[in-house]
T-cell receptor, first 116, second 115 residues
Framework: AQSVTQPDIHITVSEGASLELRCNYS??????LFWYVQSPGQGLQLLLK??????LVQGIKGFEAEFKRSQSSFNLRKPSVHWSDAAEYFC??????????????FGQGTILTVHP | NAGVTQTPKFRVLKTGQSMTLLCAQD?????MYWYRQDPGMGLRLIHY???????AKGEVPDGYNVSRLKKQNFLLGLESAAPSQTSVYFC??????????????FGPGTRLTVL
């Protein structure tokens, strides 16, 4: 079974600083990979996804993520953080083979705090 | 379009009481999901449905039942609530895709406390 690890429970950055949120997955083949964001009191919103092809994927709100097969990682990055980026971020994986019915396995989440 | 809506937004139960959470989507999605979110554990899949009249167990199904009588609605039931079921519950839906994934759209969540 696949699993996802987000090593950082809480990250604090200053507004305007760069950001990298880590995600490591465990799966026998190349999975489908996702990053979701959850603002306080809200549901989750998809930031970006990786299925195949170019390993650097662009998402909404200026986020990007890079798939590194050798490291089993899919880290999320943003060059300059805005105060409105404060939220909880979830990495998720889904199996690439067979009939998955869209089921996802989520990481534990990383809470991002942005200081002015 | 309202997207995915959940009713109620908040609920407090006593141990042993029952309740039903309602999820509705107006996007004509085939797939629907119920998750629970607990601090430090991310989201865990409780049950899911791939179409009207069909349901299946997810990662943490014990203590919950579901029904999908209409395509747009997915109900989550707690027959005898326990304090361990205190959590935030999210419903999600997506289009079907054979051998792939479509984006899941999430509702705003229901915060349930069991005393």
């Amino acid at each position: 079974a696949q699993s996802v690890t987000q090593p950082d429970i809480h990250i604090t950055v200053s507004e305007g600083a760069s950001l990298e949120l880590r995600c490591n997955y465990s799966y026998g083949a190349t999975p489908y990979l996702f990053w979701y964001v959850q603002s306080p009191g809200q549901g989750l919103q998809l930031l970006l996804k990786y299925f195949s092809g170019d390993t650097l994927v662009q998402g909404i709100k200026g986020f990007e993520a890079e798939f590194k097969r050798s490291q089993s990682s899919f880290n999320l990055r943003k060059p300059s953080v805005h105060w409105s980026d404060a939220a909880e971020y979830f990495c998720a994986v889904g199996p690439s083979g067979g009939t998955s019915y869209g089921k996802l396995t989520f990481g534990q989440g990383t809470i991002l705090t942005v200081h002015p | 379009n309202a997207g995915v809506t959940q009713t109620p937004k908040f609920r407090v139960l006593k141990t042993g009481q029952s309740m039903t959470l309602l999820c509705a989507q107006d996007m004509n999605h085939e797939y629907m999901y119920w998750y629970r979110q607990d601090p430090g554990m991310g989201l865990r899949l409780i049950h899911y449905s791939v179409g009207e009249g069909t349901t299946a167990k997810g990662e943490v199904p014990d203590g919950y039942n579901v029904s999908r009588l209409k395509k747009q609605n997915f109900l989550l039931g707690l027959e005898s609530a326990a304090p361990s079921q205190t959590s935030v519950y999210f419903c999600a839906s997506s289009f079907s895709m054979v051998g792939g994934y479509n984006e899941q759209f999430f509702g705003p969540g229901t915060r349930l406390t069991v005393l």
